[in-house]
């Protein structure tokens, strides 16, 4: 069907000022119709969206926004949050979300923990965001860790939480790890940060490298030089941080050990393996090709030859096997033990092995741990 818009004229003189005479609209069938415009069509047109978008916000307005878990920092053993519901949640849960109050968005958030003040039973769920799904809180007990990873404040302002209980709910979340020790990197130096989620305390730091020498570090650009392996870094209120950084002389032996610690008793530690413009750990990616195309045997084995203990930096091998390709830096390389099972060899009989069933095994001990590790050299 094919249409045709015939032209139409304006007259200045109507009564309404400007208005379109006459539209045609016609078709094969000949069919034709008029319609008349007014001007102030349009001005209804707009009072009627103007007047739908003001019940819009006030129906907005009207919408009551989640309870809030308020940030509670005089408690004795540091922040938390509380909540207090009004009442019996409904039958499909209380929702809840966390306020951060005035917390920096960037601070360092540790793992979170939830118990409920009342000795109630309840059940509580966890979503990332307003889109996610809820996910249960393992509990037990009545208290459990919140199962997502929420590494800072901006984060934590997107988690919705929906809880069900046969009475008032008063939940406590509250960090648990009361001392944080985080590295992050800013133009090309690598930064530490102290962040104190417990009570009001005095912070001290002691770095020591592969060498076993104690490095000194810069608070606020001044170099702190002491003959004690802990330097202070000063007093840290809740919620509160304080960056530093390694000197740079004498250069460290990587890798480096961190250890931070409280006058409460809190403590946090850390390993950098690497200087800033190092490689890092991670091993090079896909540095042998695709799996897609790869072929043959392609992984070389060594046998380790002597015992390596923890913390070690290196292993001694010996003649390997499998593909001919030598170990390179860079490379990722997986350590298992592969023995070190109990058996029970006493009899050969029913006992042996497990000692009841003639097979198996008494315990595994160590036997089949195991460890990504990157080529230094």
């Known amino acids: ?46 009072t009627l969206l103007l007047a ?19 940030l509670d920092t005089t408690g004795q053993e540091g922040p938390a949050w509380r909540l207090s519901s009004p009442g019996l949640p409904p039958s499909d849960g209380l929702h809840f979300r966390i306020d951060p109050g005035t917390l920096p968005p960037d601070l360092p958030l540790p793992a979170l923990k939830v ?28 208290s459990g860790t ?30 648990v790890t009361p001392l944080l020790l985080t590295p992050s990197l800013r ?34 650009g001044h ?60 091993a090079t990616p896909g540095k042998d090709g695709a799996g897609g195309t790869l072929g043959g045997i392609v992984n070389t084995y060594y046998p380790v030859t002597a015992s390596v203990p923890a913390g070690a930096t290196s292993v001694s091998v010996g003649a390997s096997s499998g593909s001919s390709t030598a170990i390179a830096p860079g490379d990722l390389l997986l350590l298992i033990q592969m023995q070190d099972a109990a058996i029970n060899t006493t009899y050969n009989s029913a006992s042996y092995g497990d000692g009841s069933t003639g097979a198996g095994y008494s315990s595994l001990n160590g036997t089949g741990k195991f460890e990504f590790l990157k080529a230094r050299s």
């Not at 000022?17 to 119709?33: A, C, D, F, Q, Y």
């Not at 739908?52 to 989640?66: H, I, K, N, R, V």
């Open 115 to 142: 118990r409920e003040a009342n000795g109630q039973d309840y059940t509580l769920e966890m979503a990332q965001d307003s889109r996610a799904r809820f996910e249960p809180v393992l509990l037990q007990d009545g």
């Open 223 to 282: 170099l702190q030089v002491s003959g004690v392996e802990w330097r202070s870094l000063g007093d840290l209120q809740p919620t509160s941080r304080m960056e530093f950084r390694l000197a740079s002389d004498p250069a460290p032996v990587y890798p480096v050990s961190i250890e931070a610690r409280t006058d409460q008793g809190t403590a946090a530690k850390t390993t950098l393996y690497a200087p800033e413009s190092g490689s890092g750990v991670c």
């Open 52 to 70: 739908a978008m003001g019940l819009f916000q006030s129906l907005w307005a009207a919408t009551p926004s989640l309870p809030t878990a308020a």
């Open 187 to 220: 133009g090309g130096r690598r930064i530490l940060t102290v962040t104190n989620w417990g009570p009001a305390s005095s912070v001290e730091v002691r770095v020591q490298d592969a060498a076993g020498r104690d490095i000194n570090v810069e608070v606020g």
């Open 146 to 175: 919140l199962p997502l990873a929420l590494p800072d404040v901006a984060s934590l302002r997107k988690v919705r939480f929906r809880v069900r209980s046969q009475g008032t709910a008063a939940l406590i979340l509250e960090p």
């Open 1 to 46: 069907m094919n249409f045709y818009l015939n032209p139409f004229s304006h007259s200045p003189s109507g009564p309404y000022g400007n208005e379109v005479r006459k539209v045609s609209l016609s078709t094969e069938g000949k069919l034709e119709g008029a319609m008349k415009m007014r001007r102030d069509a349009g001005l209804v047109l707009s």
